[in-house]
């Protein structure tokens, strides 16, 4: 699989395919550095609530994200495309440093520059407490 950032618009179907399926690998390696990269130095993210500008900040936001949303395991799937944006419906499962399990549920929209880093990302997520036997992403390792 290609890095995220090897995949540049304008994007087709196979190639948004490809972008999603990259962006996932590199979310669940949980590696706030590989991560970051996909995006332009000065990016800008609403995640959920939080407003979130540059790739230094990013890094950091990843870095307390993975630190309290253990065992994290991700799926996206491709939702719509354009010429250099992307929609996604995603769905990632966590537990909370007291054993708490989590489902996520969100949308994300992603606009990409010509080298194919993305420059804008607008998420919305909804948290779902769950019981352990009701997860149905998989065990991380």
Known sequence: M???TAIKPPFSRASALAKVQAAEDAWNSRD????ALAYTEDSLWRNRGEF???RSAIRAFLQRKWA???DYRLMKELWAFTENR???RFEYEWHDPSGQWFRSHGNEHWE???NGLMRRRD???NDVPIEDHE????QSG
Do not use: H, K, M, Y
């Not at 706030?32 to 991560?35: A, D, G, H, L, N």
């Not at 997860?135 to 998989?138: S, V």
């Open 2 to 4: 290609p890095s995220p």
């Open 32 to 35: 706030p550095e590989r991560v």
């Open 52 to 54: 979130i500008q540059g």
């Open 68 to 70: 309290n949303e253990l």
């Open 86 to 88: 992307i929609s996604v």
């Open 112 to 114: 990409f520059d010509d």
């Open 123 to 125: 998420a919305s997520i």
């Open 135 to 138: 997860r149905r992403i998989g």
